[in-house]
């Protein structure tokens, strides 16, 4: 037999069981009408029955979503009720849940969230059988919407453990994690607003140093090589040969000093570089501002710190070579450090100027050119006498299905996160309100540092220098 309950509005919209609030004075005036007993025949049931025989033939169908048109009255049918007046998937009569036929007790509630087709949500806390007693509850987060099958069910189809508010509980483990890796790296390799740099973008002097002049010094050393030789031979006179091999040495003494130390010398021109005032400066001077660092649209987080709200973020994986271990590069030399991978990101964001307060845009994101000189540390160093000190680090491979095996590895790290001071080298572009740095069009000159021996190198793009290193503690060898 079923029986009917009043339900009313509140002021927000919501449908909730009970009668409404009355005024004390006003004495309200309920009536209840009994419930003839139908059998289970749609025929017999009245306007409730006619709205779900749309084919006349007593046929059911479901219906699912608000009806404006039905009275604000719910009920309990054989163990399906509706909620705030929403009418979903009810037949009188007894029904059968998980196969085994039964009667079910519910337990109601008057409150809660609904879903999208104005239902209000239903929660299920385990298997369901004949005599088996309902809990529904109507609150916590909002399920998706599941295609309708025509299965009358008391909450969502869920898998797995439920917490103490009645949703999914979510799994924490290597699974989740390297998922969730997994998808913050095709978004970042996804999207446009994100520049990434290689190993090319690096200052290094044998790349920036013009080939056609090395190509001559090259040659113009081997022609006296063989003139010397020629010379000693037939005149037994050593003099050419001598000064050929004392310029060789002078020669090949500034290389490797500049190899060494150039990018040491290019940070101390960045350093000795006035910085200039933007509320002066003219649109199309390339200037040098240092200021404090604020996020954009799109903020970046390290790969393997996980420091959230960066501008900047460079990992970088090393390997050691020994005698009879593998290169991580086809370039890797024996008995050196060798690069393995590199993960270098940089998008565009805000500086404000130390010298006038001004706020700029610098734009380093959607495939800017960057040349980025960003101090990084170290932070995890292996060996495989301490791989299992850091699981960490054996999770960050595993994300990125690098083999560990027994090889001497670290892992360095360096980033630019919201508040570290910066300074930023580069064209300014004012854009009627909207003030700009820009990449240059042509790479600049440090010019020859003659006292240092240093000889000129030429960054491109707009140069980014950050003193700021994460202090962590390094897992020793």
């Known amino acids: 037999m079923g029986s009917r309950f009043p339900s009313h509005q509140l002021s927000n919209g919501l449908y909730v069981s009970g009668r409404p609030e009355q ?121 998706p919407v599941l295609p309708t099958t025509g299965l009358i069910t008391s909450g969502p189809i869920t898998s797995g453990p439920l917490n103490s508010s009645g949703a999914p509980r979510k799994a924490s483990g290597p699974l989740e994690s390297i998922g969730s890796m997994k998808m913050h790296n095709a978004s970042l390799v996804n999207n446009q607003a994100v520049t990434h740099l290689s190993q090319d973008d690096e200052y290094s002097f044998r790349k920036s140093f013009p080939k056609p002049i090395l190509w001559a010094i090259i040659l113009l050393f081997v022609m006296g090589f063989i003139a010397g030789g020629f010379i000693l031979g037939a005149v037994r006179n050593p003099i050419l040969l001598v000064v050929v091999v004392i310029l060789f040495a002078a020669v090949a003494s500034v290389f490797t000093w500049n190899t060494c130390w150039g990018r040491r010398a290019v940070t101390g021109f960045i350093a000795s570089y006035p910085d200039a005032e933007l509320r002066t400066a003219k649109d199309g001077q390339f200037v040098k501002v240092s200021g404090v660092v ?81 101090d990084e540390s170290v932070v995890v160093d292996i060996n495989p006498s301490n791989r299992d000190m850091s699981p960490e680090f054996v999770r960050w491979l595993g994300e990125r299905n690098l083999s560990s095996d027994d090889r001497v590895m670290r892992l360095k790290e360096g980033y630019i996160k919201e508040g570290s001071t910066v300074s930023v080298m580069g064209v300014v572009q004012r854009n009627e309100n909207v003030l700009m740095i820009v990449p240059p069009p042509e790479p600049f000159s440090t010019g020859c540092q003659w006292s240092k021996c240093i000889l000129p190198a030429s960054p491109e793009g707009v140069v980014l220098r950050c003193e700021d290193t994460s202090k962590v503690d390094v897992i020793p060898v």
Not at 302 to 309: D, I, L
Not at 357 to 370: E, S
């Open 23 to 143: 005024p004390k004075e006003k004495t309200p005036t309920m009536s209840s009408v009994a419930m003839p007993y139908t059998g289970g025949d749609i025929k017999k049931s009245g306007e409730l029955g006619k709205m779900f025989d749309i084919h006349g033939d007593g046929s059911r169908s479901r219906k699912s979503g608000p009806i404006n048109s039905a009275p604000t009255r719910t009920g309990s049918f054989g163990g399906a009720a509706s909620h705030s007046g929403q009418l979903n998937s009810v037949r009188s009569g007894s029904i059968s849940v998980g196969g085994v036929p039964g009667s079910v007790s519910m337990k109601k509630t008057n409150s809660g969230p609904l879903n999208k087709h104005g239902e209000p949500l239903k929660k299920s806390s385990g298997p369901q059988g004949g005599g088996t007693a309902v809990s529904r509850q109507n609150s916590g987060p909002i399920p």
């Open 294 to 374: 604020t996020c954009g649209n799109v903020p970046l987080e390290s790969s393997f710190q996980r420091v959230p709200r960066c501008v900047y973020t460079s990992t970088s994986l090393y390997e050691y070579r020994g005698w009879d271990s593998k290169a991580a590069n086809p370039t890797h030399r024996r008995f050196t450090w060798g690069l393995r991978t590199l993960e270098r990101h940089v998008v565009d964001f805000y500086i404000s100027d130390f010298q006038s307060g001004l706020r700029a845009l610098v734009k380093t994101g959607y495939g800017a050119r960057v040349t980025p000189y960003v």
